[in-house]
């Protein structure tokens, strides 16, 4: 049972260099979420898309895009990475507005 | 501005004990749901509560929210080393955040000593 697949776990970028994310739920869920998690933070939303063709900012959008590509797949991209982005990213999906959250096993990126 | 704050973000104790974490907001939520996080993995749903007042229990662990819906505390019974992990809550509809959106407390690590 995959769940939640997010790629790469790990990845060290120098300032300015671009990336993505990628996340894939095999679930059927409608709605995907892309968090990042620092210490003493908790978890806080970048984005999210509440269906497929629909996608919208969380608290702390900027210096990120996301591409809902199909309803399986919701990936971020960080144009031009800064150190301030250096962040464990949790992928996320569920089932319906209240349901329980299902989340990948993060993505550990280090900006230089 | 975080609309959750928890209580306390780090929690030391020997097994055996009994502990308390809290979860406190100004903004009333439709629901609320605790996960359990441990190094290295995405969090884990453990609860969700819906109802002023409600109260459900879990094994050793029993969660409580609060009349108003503006809290809720997690109190682990004779806690064991198992228990060590990071317990966050995640309060939905606060704020007048949207319904699908889920904020966040800072969360509270704990450890559990043998």
């Known amino acids: 049972n995959a769940g939640v697949t997010q790629t790469p776990k790990f990845q060290v970028l120098k300032t300015g260099q671009s990336m993505t994310l990628q996340c894939a739920q095999d679930?059927?869920?409608?709605?995907m979420y892309w968090y990042r998690q620092d210490p003493g933070m908790g978890l806080r939303l970048i984005y999210y898309?509440?269906?497929?063709?629909?996608?919208d900012k969380g608290e702390v959008p900027n210096g990120y895009n996301v591409s809902r590509l199909n309803k399986r797949e919701f990936s971020l991209r960080l144009e031009s990475a800064a150190p301030s982005q250096t962040s464990v990213y949790f992928c996320?999906?569920?089932?319906?507005?209240?349901?329980?959250?299902?989340f990948g096993e993060g993505s550990r990126l280090t900006v230089l | 501005t975080q609309l959750l704050e928890q209580s306390p973000q780090f929690l030391s104790i020997q097994e055996g004990e009994n502990l308390t974490v809290y979860c406190n907001s100004s903004?009333?939520?439709?629901?609320l749901q605790w996960y359990r996080q441990e190094p290295g993995e995405g969090p884990v749903l453990l609860v969700t509560?819906?109802?002023?007042?409600e109260v459900k229990k879990l094994k050793r662990l029993t969660f409580q929210f609060g009349d108003a819906r503006k809290d809720s505390s997690l109190h682990i019974t004779a806690a064991q080393p198992g228990d060590t992990g990071l317990y966050l809550c995640?309060?939905?509809?606060?704020?007048?955040?949207?319904?699908?959106?889920?904020?966040f407390g800072q969360g509270t690590i704990l450890t559990v000593h043998p």
């Open positions: 996320a999906s569920r089932e319906i507005a209240a349901g329980e959250l299902f």
């Open positions: 679930m059927n869920h409608n709605s």
């Open positions: 898309s509440a269906s497929e063709g629909t996608t």
């Open positions: 903004s009333v939520f439709s629901s």
């Open positions: 509560v819906v109802t002023g007042g």
């Open positions: 995640a309060g939905a509809g606060g704020g007048g955040t949207s319904y699908g959106k889920l904020t």
